[in-house]
């Protein structure tokens, strides 16, 4: 059951899945949302364009952590009884 369990894992991950890496890295020379500078007086609001994306990466960091924990723990765990 658990090598079955880690091989859907690896087919998913096979999939048009993205990671939290590539979706931090996109179009990063066009996100300057947070860049200040030392003129400027007010924070800059925050957008439903912003919200949504830090959502969507806190989303893929729950995912990956999730993912993560259950290869560990198909890693690290003790042999089935025989």
């Not at 090598?3 to 996109?26: C, D, P, Y």
């Not at 500078?37 to 959502?55: G, Y």
Request: glycine residues 4%; aromatic residues 4%; charged residues 40%.
């Amino acid at each position: 059951m658990l090598k079955t369990l880690i091989a859907q894992l690896a087919v998913q991950r096979g999939a048009a899945t993205m990671r939290f890496n590539e979706v931090s890295l996109q179009k990063a020379e066009d996100d300057d949302y947070g860049k200040w500078d030392i003129d400027d007086t007010r924070r800059p609001k925050l957008k439903l364009k912003h919200i949504n994306k830090m959502r969507n990466m806190q989303e893929m960091r729950k995912k990956e952590h999730d993912e993560e924990v259950i290869s560990n723990k198909a890693m690290y765990s003790q042999g089935e009884a025989e």
